[in-house]
Structures are given as structure tokens and as C-alpha cells.
């Protein structure tokens, strides 16, 4: 292991120069087919198999999970997957996982029995709203680094780069796909993916841009950019971005939040709970908005008001109202805390669900939720978002489309540096 951390740090220091324009990482974004969530792969890369593992990217988890089993070894190793290590309750990485404690998970008081070699956390798993203990554990992430344009092996291959994560029973994948076999935690937390790796090469912060088909490959990158896409290779996507502050409710929120001052369809304003700013949480857990039973009636009104003369047909669940798909969305502004407006396009407000229906993609939460508004990701597909974690701030683009883009522009052929 010394020998291993030598030659790291050596490869390290060596590398600099040469992979110096190689200030981020990315990683490729499938929609998953069952569930409409995005995934990626166990690899962190390009899937090469049809039976590839996958982990559900999740904007509220604290940490990486998956499926797998902590092996302990007495020889020194490291280079190999399967050499992992326990973390010990008394670390500050141990401290971390436990302040993000979900109050619905099982106690951790076991120390007892275990005593300090082990850090048990409770993985959560969103789809089925279960979590189990487990612990925390040290493994190897062997990323594709990039330029912006397309991805290298960059300078830590074939090592990997050391994060922590938790192993999970395979009881906990119940409800999830076949092939997905945990979560990588996306959040503010200090143990997500995004934070873990700016500690060691990359800014604390990250794009995403989800596919819309279940064929393509979307990409999120962690990194400062730029970020380029083939269809306008010499254009900076970040220069499309408009920014509004995010909202942390405190130290230890996971989620990220924004404020928006109104919503406009057509033009005309729906009525918002009073009070200044609504907040809207953003989110890769639900497949289409969730509004407030009154916000969802008020935006309904608007948006029938603004088609005009169009008849409902029969709603398809989980929707309740619909129209023939021939029909052109009305144009639908969230006015955002800091003025700039993020337009959601008819491909992102109207689902076509077959049969010549397409059905408003915004679902009735009811009278109780936690939050007013949650976008889903069926509204984040083919836009780019750019969470900037160290100056608290949110970029989003609206639709690519309308610029000639779409979030499958990313060249993935690989390319040596």
C-alpha cells in the first residue's frame, strides 16, 4: 500500500502539465426504461453490455451506494475493485454520513455489538421508501476525465481515485430494475459524488443534462468546464446559462432549492401561495413535476385558458388531463429569484403517452406535501443545469433544442491525451 501511495503521489505530480487541461470529469446518463429515471453506469463509463450495472443518480442522497460485499484483506492492495476497507466510527468521514441520518431508517446504536472498527450508515433507497444498516467503506472510482469536448483516461488510470461510499444488502434493491444495483448520491453533501471529487481534483461543481430517450446517453460533468457538444463544437454551453441563487435551508440540507417569484403560461401569471418567493426543489427522484393540489389547479386553469378552444380526451394515469397530440404547448416561464426566466417547452410539458393523446406532465401532489413544487426530471430533460456548489448558485439553459442542441451532444468517443 506505501509502494501504491508513492507512486500515486509521483504519477500525480508528473501528470500536471500533461493533463492540465483535463479540469473535469464526465460521466455518461442513461433514462432508465422502467422507471424513467436517470442511471449510470457501476463504471462511471460509456455501457458496453446490455446486462451493465447501473446506479440511480440522485439529487437528495448522501452518499454512494450499491450492492456488494466488504472484503478484508491482509496484504496490501488497492489497484483491484474488489479491495475495500472499513471506515471507522471515530473518522470525520463516519461523522459526515451519520448527521444525514433519514429519521425513517432503523437505529444505529450498535456499537456494542461491532464496536469502533465499522461506520454503520442506513443507505436509502427512494423507490420503495426503505432504507437497512449498513456500513461506510473506501473503494476505487476510476472516472473518465475531459477537456470539454471528449473523454481521456486522465492521469490517475488504471489506480482509480479513492472515495467513499456505502456497501448495501441485496434486500434493498427491491423495487428497483433489473440492472440497477444502488444510488450515487448527487447532493450537497460532503460524502456525494460532486464534493468528494472536487477534494481532490475538480471544483465543487457539476452540470446535468438528462437524456430523453432511453436510447441515447446524456452526461453530467463535475468540474469548473468548459463543456463543448458536436452539434456547435466551437460554443461554451456554460455561455447559455442564466444563474439564480440556490437556497439551502441549513448546513446539513441535501436537496438543492431555488425560489421562483411567478409562473406564466402565455404570458399570464398563475396564482402562487402568497408571500414572497415559492420554493422549488429540484429532483431526479420523481419522473414529472409534482405541484401542491392548489398551485396544481391554478396552473391547470392557466394552461387549459391558454389553449383555447381544445377538447380533453380520456387522462392516463398517472395524469389527469390530456389532449390530442396534435396540439402546440403554450409557452410556460418560471420567473426565478433573480429575475431570469426558465422556460419549460412544450417537449417538456407535454407528454405523448400513444394513441394520439399527450397529457400535461405535471401530477397533483395533493394538499400535505413537504414541498410546493418538485421538478421532475421529465421538465430536466434536454436541458443543461449547472450546479455551483461553491458560490450557491444555479445555472439553467431551457430547452437545447431550441438551440439546435439536445443533451445527447456530447462526443463520448474516447481520446488519448
Aim: glycine share 8%; with cysteine.
Amino acid at each position: 500500500m506505501q509502494f501504491l501511495n508513492i507512486l500515486l503521489i509521483f504519477l500525480s505530480s508528473f501528470s500536471h502539465t500533461v493533463y492540465s487541461s483535463l479540469n473535469n470529469s464526465v460521466i455518461p446518463i442513461k433514462k432508465d426504461a422502467q422507471t424513467s429515471l436517470p442511471k449510470i453506469t457501476w463504471s462511471y463509463q460509456v455501457p458496453t453490455r446490455d446486462d451493465e450495472f447501473y446506479l440511480f443518480l440522485d439529487l437528495d442522497a448522501p452518499f454512494v451506494w450499491k450492492d456488494c460485499i466488504i472484503r478484508h484483506s491482509d496484504v496490501p492492495c488497492g489497484l483491484e475493485e474488489g479491495c475495500r476497507f472499513p471506515v471507522r466510527c471515530d473518522t470525520p468521514l463516519c461523522k459526515e454520513a451519520k448527521s444525514y441520518i433519514n429519521p425513517i431508517c432503523p437505529s444505529l446504536n450498535i456499537t456494542d455489538k461491532y464496536g469502533c472498527s465499522i461506520c454503520t450508515v442506513t443507505p436509502y433507497n427512494p423507490i420503495s421508501n426503505t432504507c437497512k444498516i449498513s456500513q461506510l467503506m473506501t473503494d476505487l472510482a476510476t472516472i473518465y476525465y475531459t477537456n470539454g469536448r471528449n473523454p481521456s483516461r486522465g492521469p490517475r488510470w488504471p489506480f482509480g481515485t479513492e472515495f467513499v461510499l456505502s456497501c448495501a444488502p441485496k434486500s434493498l434493491l427491491k423495487s428497483f430494475p433489473t440492472y440497477v444495483r444502488g444510488v450515487a448520491g448527487f447532493s450537497w453533501s460532503g460524502l456525494g459524488f460532486p464534493r468528494q471529487l472536487s477534494s481532490i481534483d475538480f471544483s465543487a461543481k457539476f452540470a446535468l443534462c438528462l437524456p430523453a430517450s432511453t436510447s441515447g446517453l446524456g452526461v453530467t460533468f463535475l468540474g469548473d468546464g468548459p463543456f463543448y457538444f458536436t452539434d456547435s463544437p466551437n460554443r461554451d454551453l456554460r455561455t447559455l446559462l442564466s444563474y439564480t441563487p440556490m437556497v439551502r435551508k441549513s448546513l446539513k440540507s441535501l436537496g438543492y432549492y431555488i425560489k421562483i417569484n411567478r409562473i406564466l403560461i402565455k404570458g399570464a401569471p398563475v396564482t402562487l401561495p402568497s408571500g414572497k418567493g415559492t420554493s422549488v426543489k429540484i429532483s431526479t427522484r420523481v419522473p414529472y413535476t409534482v405541484l401542491e393540489t392548489n398551485i396544481y389547479k391554478a396552473f391547470v386553469s392557466s394552461f387549459t385558458k391558454a389553449l383555447g378552444n381544445v377538447g380533453k380526451v380520456t387522462a392516463v394515469k398517472p395524469f389527469s388531463y390530456c389532449v390530442k397530440d396534435s396540439v402546440v404547448a403554450p409557452k410556460i416561464d418560471l420567473e426565478t429569484e433573480s429575475g431570469k426566466v426558465w422556460s419549460i417547452s412544450g417537449e417538456n410539458s407535454l407528454k405523448r403517452v400513444g394513441n394520439g393523446v399527450a397529457c400535461l406532465a405535471f401530477v397533483d401532489g395533493g394538499s400535505k406535501v413537504t414541498y410546493p413544487i418538485v421538478i421532475g426530471t421529465f421538465q430536466l430533460e434536454n436541458n443543461l443545469l449547472y450546479f455551483d456548489l461553491v458560490n450557491q448558485k444555479l445555472g439553467f439553459s431551457s430547452s437545447l433544442l431550441a438551440q439546435g442542441s439536445s443533451c445527447g451532444g456530447f462526443n463520448f468517443t474516447e481520446v488519448t491525451s
